[in-house]
């Protein structure tokens, strides 16, 4: 039993893009030692992604491959969580430049690999083998991921004055951006239907431990949940994506089907 | 939450088995705030192409080395004693690599 592709494109695409992302501190670290960990991060997610889209591209057959998925599609084709495609500030404007947020980068990872530590371990059991096998192997990966941005959100949360008030900003941002991993869309009640997926919303009980537990730890304060729901797994993303492609894809553009 | 910010993280050695039964190796060192985040560290820089099963670090602060001006009276005086090396055996093939 396959998954459905639009299923598959949903988790490599948060894969692609939060790898894209986290690349972005390649070069640019507070730490030699962390630049080498998120660039770690980084590739273990595009790995996750690549994955992903050959299993999907074979799925469509015809010219479909890893790169067509990846490099030439569009804003709306994409079906990441719209907190993936978020800058590491993320009340600017698409176009604005700053200092990039370390907090911001950690609160994101954090939320993200909570939630991806407990989809990977039910899709273990997925109806689609080659879903369970890569879930397999990503699992162990986000584990790590989960416990770096822990890690970090205890050491800044309760750091210094300074460390907390940035720690606390970033949480009190993208918190809100969690409430789209709970809202069913149509390629997670096929897959649920085929039993190729796995069923978010009642992970939403576990989560809330892992994330509770940790901001506890931190001496952060959750903000309450607000009506804001975003919609970036049906295709409706924030400004901030098209910025992220056009990085992305605009050597696969200018030069298609090269190679090195 | 009053601690004060460590402006200069600390040295700590990093030691390194890359199977079981050999032992810890020396491959480098890097700058963490404790020991939690040194060995996390340690696993992002030195073990990402598979180069361990297991990790020590050490801070740096606690090595006591030997002085290269010490050198004379520590370790010259073994370079004429070749007695004391075991070539002087002869080792039954049973034993193998030894």
Not at chain 1, 77 to 95: G, V
Not at chain 2, 28 to 49: I, K
Request: charged share 20%; with cysteine.
């Amino acid at each position: 039993m396959n998954a459905p592709i639009d299923y598959l494109l949903q988790l490599a695409d948060n894969a692609v893009i939060l790898g894209q992302r986290n690349a972005e501190w390649c070069g640019h670290a507070p730490v030699l030692e962390e630049d080498m960990a998120l660039a770690n991060n980084s590739l273990d997610l595009i790995g996750q992604a690549r994955l992903l889209y050959q299993h999907a591209a074979t799925l469509i057959g015809g010219d479909a491959s890893e790169d067509t998925l990846a490099y030439f599609r569009d804003v709306p084709d994409f079906k990441n969580y719209t907190l993936c495609e978020l800058p590491h500030l993320p009340l600017m404007s698409a176009t604005a430049c700053g200092d990039r947020d370390f907090a911001t980068t950690i609160a994101r990872n954090f939320l993200y690999s909570a939630l991806m530590v407990l989809v990977w371990d039910r899709l273990q059991g997925s109806a689609d083998a080659q879903l369970a096998a890569i879930a397999d192997k990503s699992l162990k990966e986000t584990r790590y991921h989960l416990r770096h941005a822990r890690d970090w959100l205890l050491r800044l949360g309760d750091g210094t004055e300074t460390s907390h008030q940035r720690m606390q900003a970033a949480i009190d941002a993208l918190l809100p951006y969690t409430s789209e991993f709970w809202a069913s869309c149509p390629q997670e009640q096929a897959a649920q239907a085929n039993g190729s997926g796995t069923d978010v919303a009642a992970l939403r009980t576990d989560w809330n431990t892992i994330v509770d537990a940790a901001l506890q730890e931190a001496t952060l304060t959750r903000p309450a949940d607000s009506a804001f729901l975003p919609t970036g797994k049906q295709g409706l993303h924030s400004e901030h994506l098209g910025f992220v492609l056009a990085e992305m894809q605009s050597l696969s553009r200018q030069h298609p089907g090269a190679t090195w | 939450m009053n601690a004060p910010a460590l402006k200069e993280w600390p040295l700590w050695e990093v030691f390194v088995r890359s199977k079981q039964g050999l032992e810890h190796k020396h491959c480098g060192s890097l700058h963490a705030s404790d020991a939690q985040h040194a060995l996390q560290m340690a696993r992002d820089v030195y073990t990402r192409r598979q180069e361990g099963v297991s990790i020590w670090v050490v801070p740096s602060s606690a090595i006591a080395a030997s002085e290269p001006n010490d050198k004379a009276e520590f370790f010259e005086p073994a370079s004429d004693k070749i007695y004391r090396h075991p070539t002087f055996y002869d080792i039954p093939e049973e034993v193998g690599h030894m």
